[in-house]
């Protein structure tokens, strides 16, 4: 092997679930490739979009993968992991595309990569209480922010968003993931099977925007209960699942929160 392999530059992946996203992607992409480190190498996961988003992303040098039907945000998140170990990326940076993400924030996440302090560098809309940004939807807030005192008080965590989809993830370290659940409560699993995995996590402040306060969660999860109820379902099973991983205090008694689960 030549020196020159051994030392390559480390290769980061954009990955980008979107979902009926005509109103913005243009708009999104061309910060994207702008910002992206070179040579921009970007993976769009639609997932089975019925609007103009297919044709749209046709006009932009990125890689697609398409779902025939819409199968979740957890799904994508899982197809943009497995794109970015097949393809010998190091790190996979993920970001919305309903502008609620800055394009402009990528190379902060890049720069947060190379002190190769973490395997998880998660993006905060609350870190920095400081920084200006919108007001979210209160029961947005409300129930981020129970969840994320949930995952610190059983897994030790310092988390001060759990929910925050632009992430930086060290590709190597996905690996000890068995992840599957396809829907919004993928970030559940996820935190639970990182601090099985010993997986180290660092966040930065990211700006809190939001653009449409009435987005749709879809069906029943607009109900901030169900979501609520949904989340906490999602938890506790994989809870159970990870427990002989996981230290003691992540079954605390006192952690607990009413759930009622099928």
């Known amino acids: 092997m030549s020196l020159a392999h051994t030392q390559r530059s480390t ?32 993976l769009v996961i639609d997932d089975g979009s019925t609007d103009a988003t297919p044709t749209l992303l046709a006009h932009f040098p990125v890689e697609v993968v ?6 979740g945000y957890g799904r994508s998140m899982q197809d943009a992991f497995r794109w970015a170990a097949v393809d010998d990326f190091d ?22 990569a190379t ?18 940004g919108d007001n979210p939807p209160q029961d947005r807030r409300a129930i981020n922010a129970e969840i994320t005192a949930e995952l610190n ?14 992430k930086a993830y060290r590709v190597e370290a996905l690996k000890k993931l068995k992840l599957d659940v396809d829907g919004y409560a993928f970030p559940m699993q996820f935190w639970i099977q990182a601090a099985a995995a010993n997986l180290r996590v660092r966040e930065i402040p ?4 939001y653009n449409d306060l009435k987005r749709s969660f879809g069906g029943p999860l607009d109900d901030p209960s169900v979501r609520l109820n949904h989340y906490r379902c999602v938890l506790h ?5 990870m427990a002989d991983r996981l230290p003691k205090r992540a079954i605390r008694e006192d952690c607990d929160r009413k759930v009622a689960c099928d």
């Open 237 to 241: 099973r994989e809870l159970r699942r």
């Open 153 to 166: 008080c059983r897994l030790n965590y310092n988390l001060t968003d759990a929910f925050c989809g632009f």
């Open 206 to 209: 990211v700006k809190l925007i």
């Open 66 to 71: 398409r779902h025939s039907t819409n199968r």
């Open 11 to 42: 290769r980061t992946l954009i990955a980008i679930p979107v979902y009926n996203e005509q109103k913005h992607v243009q708009q999104v992409l061309e910060r994207v490739l702008e910002h992206a480190p070179p040579p921009r190498q970007v």
């Open 115 to 132: 002190a190769n302090d973490a395997d998880v560098i998660s993006g905060s809309r609350y870190l920095d209480l400081s920084a200006n």
């Open 91 to 112: 790190w996979v940076i993920t970001m919305d595309c309903d502008e609620q993400h800055e394009p402009a924030a990528i190379p902060r996440f890049v720069e947060a």
